[in-house]
């Protein structure tokens, strides 16, 4: 395994990077020696070393280091495929220059960025992809391998589920598409044009907590596409019953949850269950399921296992010595 990588602080560098057939590769379709570089050995660096075993091939695995380590690895492995499921770091020029390298992108043709799925998820697509890319020195801008399309729910499903679920069942098929096309002497990689119809991806910039926020008086699609897209990590900071909290765990209410009671105003917290409350939104309400604040505290302790459906939800304050209920909605310090 190797330990964290650093990058140089340096400007882009303008090259080629090497394919099957500028390596001369005479793998033919037999197992490949294959080093898959991640930031991190992850569900789906796990799934594709999986996979790529039980095909044959031999698989090494390194963590994204410092540069000498990196160069150390690829030369005891020799890989005739440098593979990255999961990399947020650039690969060094003198490994993606001598060595077919391909990165996994979450997105489609042409997407490019670290917020993939969040601007996806966010932005309401109905179709979205998982792309293989040649790695060169701008990140997710090298020559195209393969693609392939992936359906989003008409719900918005949260980022974990998206990426662990259809991207992921996605980006294995994909790899099964480039480890052959390794063994492929004539195959060229395809440049990215975005001039091409099929490239209907763009640069998108890492999404900041300016993009993720909401006001609880917007519609409930757009609050459940703000969490859904930040659930697990990094979550969405917001106000609710005067305080700073975080938001996860977003569904939507249903009439039969009391969300149109009385003549609440958007932001008030209609009703809890379970440990969820029911805050109430411009055209309806949304349950949420977790509300820790932004340092990691409990901010509304609730009494999790009694179902109350009434607007005046009572959370309760510890106190030192003896619990007392305090009526109406409470934060606790």
Known sequence: MIPGLRTADSPYLTGVAATPAEMGNSAGTGPLRILLLCSSFNGLCQRVWTELCAAGHRVTVALAADEPTLLAAVRAVDPELVLCPFLRQRVPESVWRSRPTVV???????????????????????????????????????????????????????????????????????????????????????????????????????????????????????????????????????????????????????????????????GTVLARRHGAVLVRTGDGAIWIGQTPRPDGRVALEREGARDDRSARSSFRRPHRGRRRRVPGDRLSP
């Open 104 to 266: 996994i992108h979450p997105g489609p043709k042409g997407d490019r960025g670290p917020s993939a799925l969040d601007w996806a998820i966010m932005t309401g697509q109905r179709t979205w992809g998982v792309t293989a890319v040649q790695a060169i020195d701008e990140l997710d801008a090298g020559p195209i391998w393969a693609s392939r399309d992936v359906p989003v729910d008409d719900d918005p499903p949260r980022k974990s589920a998206f990426y662990n679920g259809p991207i992921t069942d996605a980006a294995v098929r994909l790899v099964d598409e480039v480890v052959a096309k390794v063994g492929d002497p004539d195959f060229r990689p395809e440049p990215l044009d975005y001039g091409r119809p099929d490239v209907r991806g763009r640069l998108r910039s890492p999404a900041r907590p300016a993009d993720r926020a909401f006001a609880w008086s917007d519609p409930t699609d757009l609050i459940l596409r703000r969490i859904r897209a930040a659930d697990g990590s990094p979550g969405v900071i917001t106000s609710l019953c005067g305080l700073a909290v975080k938001v996860y765990d977003g569904h939507r209410g249903s009439r039969g949850d009391g969300q149109f009671t009385g003549f609440a105003g958007p």
